[in-house]
């Protein structure tokens, strides 16, 4: 017969087989009466001879079948009706577990893709970014002066190919409507080369256009294409207009999301000849990036550049070349962060197990005397793992289904909070094996909870069990009940101890005293092609005319923007000798005459600067109290001269600075962001700028008397009509921008904080369910204490003391592992001990009372038993 | 008694071989349906045998499968609608390889527990 036909006739046969037995029954029931039995009598020993007919019947259909699939199908069936009659054990657990399916598969995803996947070009392991270091000079990341990369390139006998670039500038593109800043990054030849990277469409640049420094041709970014240019197919040899240069387009980019994304247009960076700017050894901005040869280790190559910096006169005799490997050098230092989280939603994950292991546990307790049952019935040991891990499954599948849609949703949403500036987002995905990681833990759980209760199974005894069902339990199952209440709430307090934390120093940084008044202040960064005094006209007629502006108490420029940057100077005095190669650093700003009364910023002693300030005075200098108290300890400055080496990116002379006057002490600006600590700084008039850079960036800063925001089309209309082919790029308050710096601290504290409440939350559901569990197994025992003259009070208190019991040895475990994690935590924290008291207590106070509220509905239900039906169930 | 699950099985399996003769054996006299299969094998062995009757049943299901066995639904003397087995073509071949085989295996058994002659 076919296996087609056998599928046909299956029904026929099976009731042929039903029918069989039973006629096989009748006649031995016939034949026992004859020989006298009764009809009862007769039928139970027929029964008896014959055997377990459900057993052999299904033993027999077996026979016909394919008994692992049928069965299986029906264990499905079974599975899905035992779901739909207890939707609410059904839905908690397949929620709580695709939570922590979801968050996990979402945050690994982004660690793996952010930190984890290698950058998309050939070897990328032997791709390096090279910094300088001195410990004399306190600086572990000294950039690159043309010299030295003049050096490295000649010399070095490390590297298969070596570039230099400067990595973020701005263009102005004029002639096609409002003139727009474009993101620059500029490459030296060879780093195309060195990454592997073709041109999108066209070309990239010829080795000819290396030898001239004119920009006659340019090559643009795939998004500035896309973006910017209408995606032209044809846009191969269109003209553009940058910087009053008319530059023709040879070629796009491809997509490069892991290098500098932001990047509109990529001028080339010619190195022979070369500005004059990169002609200086001691101007040092430029980034190196090079490919070491294959079997040279970043040790020898650091040790190659070192010797070969080193023989450059001026540098510190401990200067050290130190590689980094290219993907850490671009992602940047958010590694702690991320790892922080995925710690913290690893626990999550291990809470969610936890949760849904008591969940699945109390639920086979429950079922016990089903499961009685069913054994007695015959079902075997196998068939019943079966059905149970069946049912683990189901859970689990339909737990991971919903998992990956949350993950993927989670995932979209993180690539939404630009905010945070996480490096590499684009292209971020959810990644298969992040997503089979947490999957597998998650059904592993699901799998294991569902199968150890059918060892015990085994031991069940029908009668026992069906007498005694209430009293089941025992005390294995409690204790461990214990131990997964400990665990959670050990968790909990993990995952709220680092939220407090968190909270807490963000709540310190956003209280420091950052130096100036941010609100009612507008910003404003202004890039000019004015590199000659010719640009000092411009300057004055915007801060004439905005300072007219209706609604602006005062106008400023600067070239610094606090809270966001400044740039970097060392210092020389003429009351002490001055050690070339130790030259004490500070922070350096030029700025117009009003900087201080338009930040904001108190004076402490002496003046601000005066319309006396200019170019044909005395030059004069600012300190903030920092510099004062660090390099002029116990003295007044005020009348002391000193030298600033201006070391800034676009200086343009190397003569000897001239000697400033100290007429003034303000407070400390914080011109990093607000957690970094006040440095030295100081400020001069930007008229008594020897080195003529700032002529062509300068922020424009406005105080306004009421919102600022209202202030910015006529500040925008105002630069336009005195110079109307000059971008305004982004107009902003200055809280936005302090806002901004304040992102990652805020992400990180939303996403820890999120995984502390879901922690406890579930930590609270897994105590509810796991104290009400037990209450309910112990009804008939309240019920005799009530009988025994127990009073309401004293069983309430019983219920909750057993829960506070287990929480307190949970808040003591979770509380040491806090201290052990929290070491991680350190580098996030701002003015608060790792051991800060207030978060330990909080958190411990916040568990207790959750789990208080938690054992409260089993408190009340143990409080409130009827003592009567209590003993007639016994 | 409780039965364990190990010990139902084994039981299963050592009659696996042995049931499948006697019935086939049994069939070879003359067709029977399952009650006079069970009565036929109790009787035969003076009731030695306790064959659980209903186990007889998968084992026929087996048999049917592997074409050793035809049903059809007959009316049995008794006035009685019952399903009566024949023996096929094939069930014949397979007995008569078993029986030798087995009876190969017995006197094997024989000569090793019997004992030594010199």
């Known amino acids: 017969m076919s296996w087609f036909g056998q599928l046909i006739s299956r029904r026929r046969m099976y009731a042929d087989l039903s029918e069989e037995i039973q006629q096989h029954l009748e006649e031995k029931v016939e034949a026992l009466m004859a020989e006298g039995m009764s009809r009862a009598d007769a039928v139970q020993t027929a029964r008896r001879e014959f055997g377990n007919v459900a057993l052999l019947e299904e033993r027999s259909r077996e026979v016909w079948g394919w008994p692992t699939i049928e069965s299986l199908c029906a264990d499905v069936s079974f599975a899905l009706r035992q779901f739909r009659k207890s939707p609410g054990f059904t839905i908690t657990a397949v929620l709580i577990l695709a939570l922590g399916v979801g968050v996990n598969s979402a945050i690994f995803s982004l660690v793996h893709h952010i930190l984890l996947e290698p950058l998309p070009f050939p070897h990328p392991e032997r791709l390096y970014a090279v910094w300088a270091s001195s410990d004399a000079q306190g600086d572990s990341r000294i950039a690159a002066s043309g010299p030295d990369f003049l050096d490295y390139n000649d010399q070095n006998r490390s590297f298969s190919n070596i570039a230099e670039m400067i990595s973020s500038f701005t263009f102005t593109w004029t002639g096609e409507g409002e003139p727009k800043l474009v993101n620059c990054s500029s490459a030296s030849e060879g780093l195309f080369s060195m990454l592997g990277i073709r041109p999108y469409l066209g070309r990239l640049y010829e080795p000819r256009e290396y030898t001239y420094l004119n920009n006659d041709t340019i090559v643009v970014s795939y998004r500035f294409w896309k973006n910017q240019l209408g995606s032209d197919p044809h846009v ?32 080339k960076l010619v190195v022979r000849p070369s500005w004059s700017f990169m002609q200086w050894r001691g101007n040092k901005f430029l980034s190196v990036i090079g490919r070491v040869k294959a079997g040279i280790t970043p040790a020898m190559a650091e040790q190659d550049l070192t010797g070969i910096l080193r023989r450059a006169a001026g540098e510190p005799p401990d200067v050290r070349v130190r590689l980094v490997p290219l993907k850490d ?35 086979s307790v429950k079922r016990s005397a089903e499961m009685a049952l069913r054994v007695s019935l015959g079902a075997g040991h196998r068939r019943l793992m079966q059905q149970l891990i069946v049912e683990g499954l189901g859970l689990s599948v339909a737990a991971c289904s919903l998992g990956i849609l949350a993950g993927h949703f989670g995932l979209r949403l993180i690539g939404y909070l630009p905010a945070w500036r996480l490096p590499r987002v684009e292209g971020l995905h959810l990644d298969a094996a992040a997503l089979l990681a947490t999957a597998a833990v998650a059904i592993a759980t699901t799998l294991f909870f569902s199968w150890v209760p059918s060892m015990t199974f085994w031991k069940l005894n029908l009668s026992s069990v069906l007498r005694r069902e209430r009293a089941g339990g025992g005390r294995f199952q409690g204790r461990f009940f214990s131990w997964l209440v400990i665990a959670e709430i050990a968790c909990a307090v993990v995952l709220s101890v680092s939220a407090g934390l968190l909270l807490r120093s963000f709540w310190r940084v956003q209280h420091v005293n950052p130096g ?121 400055p005020i009348g002391k001269r000193i030298g600033v080496n201006y070391t800034g990116p676009g200086r343009t002379s190397t003569a000897a600075p001239r000697m400033r006057e100290v007429v003034g002490i303000v407070a400390g600006i914080k011109q990093g962001t ?58 902003r308050t200055m809280q936005d921008l302090m806002g901004q710096s304040l992102a990652p601290r805020r992400y990180s504290l939303l996403l820890l904080g999120a995984f502390a409440v879901l922690a ?29 003259g127990a009073s309401r009070y004293s069983l309430m208190s019983h219920v909750i003391r057993n829960g506070l019991a287990l929480t307190t040895i949970g808040a003591i475990v979770g509380a040491s592992l806090a201290l052990l994690a929290n070491r991680a935590l350190s580098q996030l924290l701002f003015q608060v001990s790792p051991l800060d008291a207030v978060s330990f207590s909080s958190a411990a106070v916040l568990l207790a009372l959750t789990s208080i509220g938690a054992c409260l509905p089993a408190a009340w239900r143990a409080s409130h038993v009827d003592p009567v039906r209590a003993l007639r169930n016994e | 008694m409780p039965i364990g699950p190990e010990k139902k099985a084994a039981q299963r399996d050592l009659f696996r071989g042995a049931l499948e003769m006697m019935i086939l054996q049994s069939l070879r006299r003359q067709p029977m349906h399952g009650y006079a299969l069970v009565q036929h094998i109790r009787q035969r062995s003076n009731d030695l045998l306790q064959v659980e009757e209903g186990s007889l049943y998968p084992a026929l299901q087996r048999m049917l499968k592997e074409e050793l066995v035809k049903a059809e639904w007959e009316i049995s003397a008794t006035n009685r609608r019952v399903r009566t087995y024949k023996i096929s073509a094939r069930g014949l071949k397979h007995l008569e390889r078993e029986l030798s085989s087995f009876e190969r295996m017995l006197t094997a058994i024989n000569l090793v527990l019997s004992p030594a002659k010199g």
């Open chain 1, 516 to 636: 100036f008044r941010p609100e009612s202040m507008l910003t404003v960064y202004l890039r000019t092609n004015y590199y000659s005094p010719g640009g000092r006209g411009f300057w004055r007629d915007v801060l004439d005319g905005v300072a007219a502006l209706p609604g602006v108490r005062s106008a400023a420029l600067a070239d610094c923007t606090p809270g966001k940057g400044a740039a970097s100077a060392t210092l020389l005095f003429d009351d002490r000798p001055n050690d070339p190669n130790h030259l004490p650093p500070a922070q350096g700003c030029w700025t117009s005459q009003d900087f201080f009364r338009t930040s904001g910023t108190p004076l402490i002693q002496g003046r601000f600067f005066t319309e006396a300030d200019n170019a044909d005075s005395p030059p004069v200098v600012i300190v903030n109290a920092e510099t004062a108290r660090r390099y002029w300890p116990g003295q007044n």
């Open chain 1, 760 to 788: 406890v939350l579930l930590a609270a559901l897994g105590t509810y369910g796991i104290v009400s569990y037990a209450a309910s197994q112990r009804m008939q025992e309240f019920g005799v204490r009530m009988a025994l």
């Open chain 1, 236 to 267: 191969v040899g269109r003209v553009i207009h940058f910087e009053d240069d008319t530059q023709t387009i040879v070629g796009v980019l491809p997509p490069m999301p892991d290098l500098f994304p932001d990047t509109d247009v990529w001028p």
């Open chain 1, 329 to 363: 050098d671009l992602v940047g230092n958010v590694h702690v962060q991320l790892e922080i989280i995925m710690a913290a939603v690893a626990l999550v994950l291990l809470v969610a197990c936890v949760n849904v292991a008591a969940l699945l546990l109390a639920r």
């Open chain 1, 674 to 731: 607000l957690d970094s600590p006040t440095e030295p700084a100081i400020y001069m008039p930007y008229l008594q700028d020897e080195t003529s850079h700032d002529m062509a960036t300068m922020s424009l800063f406005v105080r306004s008397a009421s919102d600022p925001r209202t202030l910015a089309n006529s500040v925008r209309t105002r630069i336009h009509a005195i110079s109307p082919n000059q971008p305004v790029g982004d107009l």
